[in-house]
């Protein structure tokens, strides 16, 4: 492993990523910051079909500008009873600068009338850590729940108030950071881009 710390760029300015991405990376030589802390990093736009296309291009961009390791995600909530949706415009559901309550208000009106049974869903998470000098690797995780009637909870953000952990019997939005980093889509996507990362950071070094 590197002996100096390496900065990793987070491509999000979304604080409560920043803070459970930072939380979970906190053993690795990697002084975490934020796109934000680079002005002249470009918003990028997020075009891709998939959440693995949107990843690859935000990193890549970001790695590109600011000159240092970067990771970024995409990540959304797949409704089957809505064939997929919102998928890839998760964060914007309900108009491109939706609130998180918007897009919960808009899911829950779309899944009106829909019993529990068929209000299953999942989380999926695609992390790509891009290097300038053009290597990367990605890492993936799933989240299964459904989708409640009513929003519950106050912790986290996005969805969670509505996804119910089946196994709990709690959302998403009733777990604490520690719980939800456990079970999480990008808990799980954490944990193998974490594996991977220790051993790129020893084939940058």
């Not at 918007?102 to 009338?113: F, Q």
């Not at 119910?164 to 777990?175: C, D």
Request: proline share 5%; net charge negative; glycine share 8%.
């Amino acid at each position: 492993m590197p002996k100096e710390k390496i900065t990793l760029v987070l491509a999000t300015r979304n604080s409560g990523k920043i803070k459970e991405i930072k939380a979970l990376l906190a053993d690795l030589p990697v002084e975490v910051k934020s796109v934000g802390d680079f002005p002249q990093a470009p918003e990028v736009e997020e075009t891709g079909k998939t959440f693995f296309e949107n990843a690859f291009k935000k990193a890549k961009e970001v790695a590109e500008a600011t000159g240092e390791l970067c990771l970024a995600d995409d990540s959304g909530i797949e409704v089957d009873a809505l064939g997929g949706a919102p998928g890839v415009y998760s964060a914007r559901f309900a108009g491109e600068d939706a609130t998180d309550e918007a897009n919960i208000a808009k899911l829950l009106k779309e899944l009106e009338g829909i019993p529990p049974e068929k209000r299953s869903a999942r989380f999926k998470c695609v992390m790509v850590v891009y290097h300038p000098s053009g290597k990367w690797f990605k890492a993936e995780g799933v989240w299964e729940g459904q989708i409640t009637e009513e929003p519950k909870g106050n912790l986290g953000f996005g969805y969670d108030p509505v996804f119910l952990v089946p196994e709990l019997g709690k959302t998403a939005a009733e777990l604490t950071l520690e719980e939800k980093n456990k079970l999480s889509h990008r808990g799980k996507a954490l944990a193998e881009l974490k594996e991977k990362l220790k051993t790129f950071l020893c084939e940058l070094s």
